[in-house]
Nanobody, 121 residues
Framework: QLQASGGGLVQPGGSLRLSCAESGRTFRGYQMGWFRQAPGKEREFVAALTWSGANTYYGDSVKGRFTISRDNAKNTVYLQLNSLKTDDTAVYYC????????????????WGQGTQVTVSS
């Protein structure tokens, strides 16, 4: 129902755009979020966006470098990753929740399969 794509290998300082496509159903009214998980680490909140787009939320480690957006006509959420660092290397997941403002992964009821982002020279 949620399919993440767009990951890959990029050099430090580079950019990527991740996409999260909704399929099979609509997540109208849901807040959409991105999380990431690096090997040996817990899943970390990256960014979230309300259905209207009026409210966005970012994790401290990505604020000012990543931008979340959505195109409701295409049922797709995007995560623009700029100024990438080696510490950004992780599997990135998109997720959906009915709750507004939530950064806790436990609040998200629907998850995509993840896309690998590797930042390395």
């Amino acid at each position: 129902q949620l399919q993440a794509s767009g990951g890959g290998l990029v050099q430090p300082g580079g950019s990527l755009r991740l996409s999260c496509a909704e399929s099979g159903r609509t997540f109208r009214g849901y807040q959409m979020g991105w999380f990431r998980q690096a090997p040996g680490k817990e899943r970390e909140f990256v960014a979230a966006l309300t259905w209207s787009g009026a409210n966005t939320y970012y994790g401290d480690s990505v604020k000012g470098r990543f931008t979340i957006s959505r195109d409701n006509a295409k049922n797709t959420v995007y995560l623009q990753l700029n100024s990438l660092k080696t510490d950004d290397t992780a599997v990135y997941y998109c997720a959906a929740t009915v709750y507004i403002g939530k950064r806790d992964a436990a609040a998200y009821s629907h998850w995509g399969q993840g896309t690998q982002v590797t930042v390395s020279s």
